[in-house]
């Protein structure tokens, strides 16, 4: 198993995200019910991947993003599309990596202590139901390599899951 107590460097993040990918699949095996697995994807996430002070999801509900299943500090509740990180990533149907929250104009700060954040739209079939949302206290701690490891791990979450 990947060891937490090694350093994470571009070089290893493959292979971390490849063993949530199998840790992942095995989670949801057998089960179609949405909150359960963001529950235990945010669990697994918070975890895992090191240096993060919040992982967990929004869904989108009408034309805003409500808090879904997460681990970390209580945090905002509602998030209109369009306005944040998360609601920014909704209307560009994109992922977006943050290296510094500061230098993003209209990030909202749930927990002072984050520094970066990675968000990615959860897409099925064309549709957008939510984001997967990664905070961290470190300035810069998502590169290209979380991004792609974060959306297979979307990828698996959407396929397990009824649609919602
Ligand atoms: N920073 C996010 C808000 C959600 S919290 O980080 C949990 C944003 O700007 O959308």
Redesign the pocket.
């Known amino acids: 198993m990947f060891d937490l107590a090694r350093t994470l460097t571009t070089d290893s993040k493959p292979e971390l995200y490849s063993e949530l990918a199998s840790e992942l699949t095995a989670l949801v095996d057998g089960e179609r019910d949405s909150i359960a697995h963001m529950a235990n994807a945010a669990a697994l996430l918070f975890h895992r991947l090191p240096r993060l002070n ?1 992982a ?1 999801f ?1 869904r989108l509900v009408g034309e805003e ?1 409500v ?1 879904g299943p ?1 681990q ?1 500090k209580p ?2 509740i509602r ?1 209109p599309v369009g ?7 909704v209307a560009r149907r994109a992922s977006i990596v ?1 290296p510094d ?1 500061d230098a ?1 104009p ?6 002072s202590a ?1 520094r970066s ?1 990675l ?1 990615v739209p959860l897409i099925r079939d064309g549709r957008i139901s939510g984001v997967l ?1 990664l ?1 961290s206290p470190e300035r810069g701690r998502f590169d290209e390599h979380d991004q792609r490891g974060c959306e297979q791990l979307v990828a698996i979450l959407m396929r397990a899951c009824d649609p919602f």
Request: charged share 15%.
């Open positions: 919040w967990g929004y993003l808090l997460f970390g945090a905002c998030i306005q944040g990180v998360c609601g920014t990533a943050v929250v993003f209209g990030h909202i700060a749930c927990d984050s954040e968000v949302d905070d």
